[in-house]
């Protein structure tokens, strides 16, 4: 099995490239799903959250209410950290549960995620990603896709794109950068071509 780190500033189009990765033969696990998913009824992270923020994030159904945490933890570090220590060992756990329920040895696993550079997700787990992809697009497609696609404005969309790492922090750990200009065909070949490249590393491992 061949473990990778999939990650992207918003309005690259990360999830595009998951989803023709997924098209090809890869297992994509979208680790922001679980994120919301260790925050619904039973999920792993519910009491710890309570426990830590209040009665008042708790819903009557047994979840988080996600708008209130967030308005808690919005421009405050510590409690940001606070959450982040709760909620990244959770779906770390969840990861774990997910890849071992699959029963692939020979998978090629990505992990779909926003904050590889930020966090140790993905990476403090029994199936640590071994190779990271990074995937870029120029600000001025970012902040339209964002408007078009999320209906976030391009002031706030640079504000939260530049909360998030750099573009050479992600460079600085990525051993594959697919470009995302726009051009859907362009980057079908260009994940085509990752695909082949994570099939050989694959390969190499299990020799």
Aim: hydrophobic share 45%; charged share 25%; proline share 3%.
């Amino acid at each position: 099995m061949l473990v990778v780190g999939l990650t992207g500033g918003m309005g690259v189009g990360k999830s595009t490239v998951g989803g023709l990765l997924s098209d090809l033969g890869a297992e994509v696990i979208d680790v922001d799903a679980l994120g919301r998913k260790i925050l619904e009824p039973g999920g792993l992270a519910v009491s710890a959250v309570v426990e830590r923020f209040g009665p008042t994030v708790a819903e009557s159904d047994g979840s988080i209410n996600r708008a209130a945490l967030a308005k808690i933890v919005f421009g405050n570090a510590e409690q940001l950290t606070a959450l982040e220590e709760i909620s990244h060992p959770a779906i770390n756990e969840m990861l774990d549960q997910t890849v071992d329920s699959l029963g692939i040895s020979d998978a090629i696993v990505v992990y779909d995620m926003a904050v590889l550079v930020e966090s140790r997700l993905g990476y403090d787990t029994k199936h640590p990603y071994e190779v990271v992809v990074v995937v870029e697009a120029p600000m001025a497609d970012r902040l339209e896709r964002l408007q078009q696609q999320r209906g976030i404005e391009p002031k706030d969309a640079l504000a939260r794109i530049e909360s998030q790492a750099s573009d050479e922090e992600r460079r600085a750990v990525a051993q594959f950068l697919i470009a995302n200009g726009g051009d859907l065909d362009a980057l079908s070949d260009a994940t085509a071509e990752l695909w082949d490249q994570l099939k050989q590393l694959l390969v190499s491992k299990n020799s």
